[in-house]
């Protein structure tokens, strides 16, 4: 059975920094396609904002992080995503996500495309 827990949220002040960890049981993320990030805010759709290809490393972000966020596979079982410079409107529920069937080759920050979600964890920035 496939279980993704993230860690590593909390409250920021704007300009600072947050590294989320996404743990995978069950399967070692080279098992996935892709391994990603989304975030939710109150009111808000889900969005994708970091996705990694397990084979070959290639990252993918949304416009709105690129050059703040880095998305890296730190093990077997671990997927990180650094956030720098944090911004109010990068405050969200950030989930991560896991792609066993390979739909994420085509649309890599398109939520459709994951099979699996952790929980959550929350991030706050203050202004």
């Known amino acids: 059975q496939v279980k993704l827990v993230e860690s590593g949220g909390g409250s920021v002040q704007a300009g600072g920094s947050l590294r989320l960890s996404c743990a995978t049981f069950g399967y070692t993320y080279s098992s996935f396609f892709c391994m990603a990030w989304f975030r939710q805010a109150p009111g808000k759709e889900r969005e994708g904002v970091a996705s990694i290809y397990t084979n070959g490393g290639s990252t993918y972000y949304a416009d709105s992080v690129k050059g703040r966020f880095t998305i890296t596979l730190n093990n077997t079982w671990t997927t990180l995503l650094q956030m720098n410079r944090l911004k109010p409107e990068d405050g969200a529920m950030y989930y991560c996500?896991?792609?066993?069937?390979?739909?994420?080759?085509?649309?890599?920050?398109?939520?459709?495309?994951?099979?699996?979600w952790g929980q959550g964890t929350q991030v706050t920035v203050s202004s």
């Open positions: 996500a896991a792609d066993l069937h390979g739909g994420c080759l085509a649309t890599a920050l398109n939520s459709g495309a994951y099979d699996y």
